[in-house]
């Protein structure tokens, strides 16, 4: 009896050693993907490269073991990451880190799916190197238990990675939503406040005075903005507005 259960405790320790190498590799992926997503959501140049550094070093990390925990997708991944995230400190301006940020985010949540289904997918391997093929039919179903379990760990923790990506990314949607909904409500003012400026000019008789015209270029892209960054935008136009105003209103008493 104290073979047996010797020998099940020598089964257990391999199969879940097994797995060392992947779960290390799935700390540093995840660990990379979460740097690349505070890079993507920084607002300024200086943290954009921070992060980026920080995920590109997780990535580095993580590609030490990949090739002991055999998952080729995960590795490919890991490298088109990498080659992304080098660039980042030579752009010369945020748009241009951002757009390689942007890419290495999107490989990077991959490569953590493809970790967990390696993770998953080598568990039986793992349980047959570490049983040697052994027929005794008492520790045959000793090991399926085992391996039933372990499978339905890892499972688990796949269905869990998948959940905290799927919420990640319906909030950078609903995130683009408030942005669109928040530009919309700015023009809004703008549009109404040029239409009053002009009317009052108008109804003051003012001699020559300039119309006021929305100067915002249709080509300008604010999107990649965050929340801040765009009522600053907007917030700086209505002030430029307004002082141009009272200028030409007190011109007209000239």
Do not use: W
């Amino acid at each position: 009896m104290k073979n047996y259960y010797l020998l099940f405790f020598l089964i257990t320790s391999l199969v879940v050693n097994g797995q060392g190498d992947c779960d290390y590799t799935n700390s540093y992926l995840v660990s990379a993907y979460s740097h690349v997503k505070d890079s993507y959501d920084s607002n300024n140049i200086n943290h954009l490269q921070y992060y980026a550094n920080r995920s590109l070093e997780s990535f580095k990390l993580a590609k030490k073991t990949l090739s002991d925990c055999n998952c080729e997708p995960a590795l490919e991944l890991a490298d088109k990451c990498i080659e992304l995230l080098a660039k980042v400190d030579g752009a010369e301006t945020f748009e241009a880190g951002r757009f390689y940020v942007k890419r290495a985010r999107d490989y990077s949540k991959n490569s953590v799916i493809e970790i967990d289904k390696c993770s998953v997918s080598s568990d039986t391997n793992t349980y047959v190197e570490a049983t040697g093929g052994s027929e005794d039919p008492e520790l045959t179903d000793l090991q399926r238990e085992q391996q039933r379990l372990k499978q339905q760990q890892e499972a688990l923790k796949l269905k869990e990675q998948q959940i905290k990506m799927k919420l990640a990314e319906q909030k950078e949607k609903e995130l683009i939503v408030q942005k669109k909904q928040l530009v919309l409500s700015y023009k809004s003012a703008i549009t109404s406040n040029i239409n009053t400026y002009n009317k009052t000019l108008n109804a003051c008789n003012c001699a020559n005075y300039e119309p006021f015209r929305d100067s915002e270029s249709s080509a300008e892209d604010i999107s990649g903005k965050s929340v801040m960054e765009i009522k600053d935008y907007y917030t700086n136009r209505l002030k430029s507005m307004a002082t141009k105003y009272v200028a030409q209103l007190n011109s007209c008493d000239e």
